[in-house]
T-cell receptor, first 111, second 114 residues
């Protein structure tokens, strides 16, 4: 699975959009981009995944660049409950099993 | 919504005790996983199961065993707890398919071994 690079931390004002970048320059054509988050002392929570096209669900939007070497997770209207560590993971399409979490980005939403 | 539940949020045990951690999922998932999470080490896979009565070792199975007698339940057993097994234990489940796998996690059990 390709390696990912994320900033270690970022702050966001409550009510504003939070844009979380992820670099995955060695991604292969059959690898998906996943995002999970982990609120303090809780289990990781699946947010969204995508292959090539931009994706949106009730939690977030995922924007993947045309060359697929980077992506951005967008939380459209951040709330205090969105304070968490956000993990960007790249996985081969038909792989399953161990999830490899990196260090992630600590997002702090402030009032 | 997928629901993965774990029997305890917090547990305190003594060295040498046998410890059972239970995980139940309600989405009829074939795959279930046990991870532990420690500061600076991230998530590490202990064991996983892809079917009832089937189990596979993950990266750090030593000191642990598992049991999967029913599809919805996956138990992690610490045969003789030691202080280095103090950790956050996370259970997850997923279903195989032709598309990408998504794992759903339980809330975690924070275990302290004294």
């Amino acid at each position: 699975d390709a390696k990912t690079t994320q900033p270690p931390s970022m702050d966001c004002a409550e009510g504003r959009a939070a844009n979380l970048p992820c670099n995955h320059s060695t991604i292969s054509g059959n690898e998906y981009v996943y995002w999970y988050r982990q609120i303090h002392s809780q289990g990781p929570q699946y947010i969204i995944h995508g292959l090539k096209n931009n994706e949106t669900n009730e939690m977030a939007s995922l924007i993947i660049t045309e060359d697929r070497k980077s992506s951005t997770l967008i939380l459209p209207h951040a709330t205090l409950r969105d304070t968490a560590v956000y993990y960007c993971i790249v996985r081969v399409t038909d792989s399953w099993g161990k999830l490899q979490f990196g260090a992630g980005t600590q997002v702090v939403v402030t009032p | 919504d997928v629901k993965v539940t774990q029997s305890s949020r917090y547990l305190v045990k003594r060295t040498g005790e046998k410890v059972f951690l239970e995980c139940v999922q309600d989405m009829d998932h074939e795959n279930m996983f046990w991870y532990r999470q420690d500061p600076g080490l991230g998530l590490r896979l202990i064991y996983f199961s892809y079917d009832v009565k089937m189990k596979e070792k993950g990266d750090i199975p030593e000191g642990y065993s598992v049991s999967r007698e029913k599809k919805e339940r996956f138990s992690l057993i610490l045969e003789s707890a030691s202080t280095n097994q103090t950790s956050m234990y996370l259970c997850a489940s997923s279903t195989p398919g032709t598309g990408p796998e998504t794992q759903y996690f339980g809330p975690g059990t924070r275990l302290l071994v004294l």
